[in-house]
């Protein structure tokens, strides 16, 4: 069974900061990883999405890596804003059948202070 | 273009009683999937259905149910409610559900229980 683990659960920077969200997952058979914004009553959105071929994306002042064989994925937030404040998720697709689902690890929620 | 949406927001029932969550995908797109989020748990995979069929389902008792109508719209079904239902119910779309497609998600319907 596919788990997804975020670390920090929580974490408080000052704006202009650099900063790492980290996301590990037990099953490295995996189709692709996806980073997750949520706002607070508001639905998820997508930030980014990583093929399981692919090492990293880049969006903006976002930057997300991918290591399948070790389990691990960051997301890099360069510059931080107090814009960025918000919950950060993780998901996992699985590789085939039953486990196609995406498996959410329980975010990290952001604060960044002006 | 109109985003994923969900009806009603907020939901207050009693225990015992069901309940039918709405959700309207973005034009053309044939996949939706739900998701229960709860603090404890976090985000919980419930089922997804592409062209009026369930291709995929999470680990959920058979209280939760759903389908799919032919312009895509889907529905979720919560009979015999209990306290543990209280949760946000998320809907996500996609075109068709593929692994290298990022899904849309709507800002989900809150369901508290009594």
């Known amino acids: 069974k596919q788990e997804v683990t975020q670390i920090p659960a929580a974490l408080s920077v000052p704006e202009g900061e650099n900063l790492v969200l980290n996301c590990s997952f037990t099953d490295s058979a995996i189709y692709n990883l996806q980073w997750f914004r949520q706002d607070p009553g508001k639905g998820l959105t997508s930030l980014l999405l990583i093929q399981s071929s692919q090492r990293e994306q880049t969006s903006g002042r976002l930057n997300a890596s991918l290591d399948k064989s070790s389990g691990r994925s960051t997301l890099y937030i360069a510059a931080s804003q107090p814009g960025d404040s918000a919950t950060y998720l993780c998901?996992?697709?699985?590789?085939?059948?039953?486990?196609?689902?995406?498996?959410f690890g329980k975010g990290t929620l952001l604060t960044v202070n002006p | 273009k109109a985003g994923v949406t969900q009806t009603p927001r907020y939901l207050i029932k009693t225990r015992g009683q069901q309940v039918t969550l709405s959700c309207s995908p973005i034009s053309g797109h044939r996949s939706v999937s739900w998701y229960q989020q709860t603090p404890g748990q976090g985000l919980q995979f419930l089922f997804e259905y592409f062209s009026e069929t369930q291709r995929n389902k999470g680990n959920f008792p058979g209280r939760f149910s759903g389908r799919q109508f032919s312009n895509s719209r889907s529905e979720m079904n919560v009979s015999t409610l209990e306290l543990g239902d209280s949760a946000l119910y998320l809907c996500a779309s996609s075109w068709t559900g593929g692994g290298s497609q990022p899904q849309h998600f709507g800002d989900g319907t809150r369901l508290s229980i009594l």
């Open positions: 998901a996992v697709r699985g590789s085939g059948g039953s486990n196609y689902k995406l498996t």
